[in-house]
């Protein structure tokens, strides 16, 4: 992560792509208690991913695929998933 440990700012989509890219398909991404509020998560294969506790809110996470993530205590306030 290349934030500071101080930095709570919300992760882009396009830094989060990156952490895809770089996480092995076998391997568990963990983004517990991330910031994410207000990014754009739309189409992306997010299969089996640890959100626990992590702010979602107002993100985008239209025909995201959500299977086997976990959303345990996530906010997903104004969170868009249709």
Known sequence: NSQPPEDHSPISRK??????LAT??????RCQGLNFSGADLSRL???????KM???SRC???HAN???TNLERADL???NLD
Not at 15 to 20: D, I, K, P, Y
Not at 24 to 29: A, D, F, M, R
Not at 45 to 51: K, S
């Open 24 to 29: 092995p398909t076998k391997s568990e991404l």
């Open 77 to 79: 306030s104004n969170a």
């Open 45 to 51: 294969d997010l299969r089996y991913i640890n959100f």
């Open 15 to 20: 830094e989060f792509v990156r952490f895809l």
């Open 60 to 62: 985008n996470l239209t």
């Open 54 to 56: 992590a702010n979602l």
């Open 66 to 68: 959500l299977c086997g």
